[in-house]
């Protein structure tokens, strides 16, 4: 841990904010792939059963 901070220490100004942003980035990235992975299933039911009730209500009312 001690290296890394020592690497860090020695960027130069312009470099640590573009790690800090490249950090903050990932960070968020991270989050919302997290999120989708977990909401995934649940809007892949509701899309079926909002087509299922409007392929089942085309059908009906033929």
Known sequence: MELLVKAFERLGEENKLL???????????????????????????AGGCF??????SKN???
């Open 19 to 45: 790690l800090k942003k490249a950090l903050f980035a990932g960070v968020i990235l991270y989050v919302l792939l997290l999120a989708i992975h977990d909401l995934l299933p649940y809007a892949l039911a």
């Open 60 to 62: 009906n009312t033929t």
């Open 51 to 56: 087509y299922l009730y409007r392929w089942l």
